[in-house]
């Protein structure tokens, strides 16, 4: 048998069709990074849904591709050696594929540099306190009285916000042109509508990061990625 289905996480999750990348991912902000990356580049891929359920994640079957025990994760057969390469980590996802294709990376050392500047801004950043917003806004932390975690990642999200809004200043994309900065920042922006915390955060106070987000949202590779792998 060769690879991905050699690998144990096809004792879970076989493939069908292993000559493409197999993604193992659920649509939440973080999985729909590696979607919409592989539907923007078009990609061949197949996708498997593993549910942030212990049964799933933490399995002994995902937990030999990602000991992390997170999703996204992706097994590409055809690596740049040519040998299989298994990755997780959402942000090294997006890296990783962005010089397969050399797309959405920017074209000058000077452009990457500036993408994987917004990407880690994103990976260290939004994604962690957003993800802290979520949890002691709308999750269960929102059970605990005091106040000071609410606070703390309130007003981060809003310090957050203020330097998107700042960066978006006379340009369309976070890092110039659209890249795979935008294509983690985006499902993250999305994230405060879903955490019912557009409000406690002034969303509406910032216009360029409103019309972002839809810019975003308005990409038919978006739209498609951002339901795959799906819920159902
Ligand atoms: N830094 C990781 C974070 C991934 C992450 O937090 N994934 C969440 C879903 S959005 C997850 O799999 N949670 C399951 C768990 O923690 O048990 C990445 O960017 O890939």
Redesign the pocket.
């Given at each position: 048998m060769t690879f991905p289905n050699a690998h144990p996480i096809a004792t879970r999750w076989p493939a069908s069709h292993p000559d493409r990348i197999q993604l193992y991912s659920?649509p939440?902000?973080?999985?729909v990074?590696a979607s919409i990356a592989l539907e923007e580049m078009g990609l061949p891929y197949e996708a498997h849904k593993v549910t942030?359920a212990?049964a799933d994640?933490?399995s002994d079957a995902f937990l030999a591709l990602n000991p992390?025990?997170?999703?996204?994760a992706i097994i590409d057969p055809n690596g740049p050696d040519g040998e299989p390469v298994a990755m997780?980590?959402?942000?090294a996802?997006l890296i990783y594929l962005a010089e397969k294709t050399g797309r959405f990376i920017g074209k000058t050392a000077t452009e990457k540099a500036k993408v994987i500047q917004w990407l880690m801004f994103q990976?260290g950043g939004v994604?962690p306190m957003f993800?802290q917003l979520g949890f002691f806004y709308k999750f269960a932390g929102s059970q605990i009285e005091d106040p000071r975690p609410q606070e703390r990642y309130i007003n981060e999200a809003k310090r957050l916000l203020n330097v998107v809004e700042t960066a978006l200043e006379g340009q369309d994309w976070i890092a110039g042109d659209y890249s795979i900065a935008d294509i983690a920042l985006g499902p993250w922006l999305g994230a405060l509508e879903f955490y019912g915390a557009r409000e406690v955060t002034g969303w509406d106070n910032h216009p360029r990061t409103v019309a972002y987000l839809e810019r975003f949202l308005a990409r038919p590779a978006v739209q498609r990625g951002r339901l795959i792998p799906s819920r159902d």
């Open positions: 659920f939440t902000p973080n999985g990074k942030l212990d994640v933490k992390n025990n997170k999703i996204p997780f980590e959402s942000g996802i990976m994604g993800g």
